[in-house]
């Protein structure tokens, strides 16, 4: 790889690292919406949970406004935090004791969505994010 390759794809970090927290935490809010309003396919394929139930609503409501604010860049550091805290509970309390390994067990998701906000909240919000603007 040339030099000009490497300080382009440097100057690019940013950037990708924003499309890159932009788009999970969207994917992330839309799993919310659809277990919160039944939209985009409703909860576990049709429908809402049911308010208040634990863990299902209050996952729900972590997966909208976390997502969310991670989309945003609006204390992207905590709700990442959050955001994997909540997916590795799912993982260890729903998929774990079906299976030891995640293709096996359904978990994938929730595998990659507990790393995947801990990379954010590790690295930050990237460039483009609400709280570098307003802070």
Known sequence: MS??????LRSAGPIVQAAFRLVTGFLFACH????????????????TVPTLQWPGWWAAVIEL??????ALGLFTRTAAVVCSGSMA???????????????????????????????????????????????
């Open 32 to 47: 919310g919406a659809a277990s919160l309003f039944g939209v985009l396919g409703g909860a576990h394929g049709g429908g």
């Open 89 to 135: 509970y799912a993982y260890f309390s729903v998929h774990q004791s079906n299976a030891l390994f995640p293709i096996e067990n359904g978990g994938e998701p929730a595998v990659m969505f507990c790393w995947t906000f801990l990379l954010i909240a590790c690295l930050g919000p990237g460039a483009y994010a609400t709280e570098t603007l307003l802070f």
């Open 3 to 8: 030099f000009s390759s490497r300080a382009t």
């Open 65 to 70: 406004v976390g997502g969310t604010l991670v």
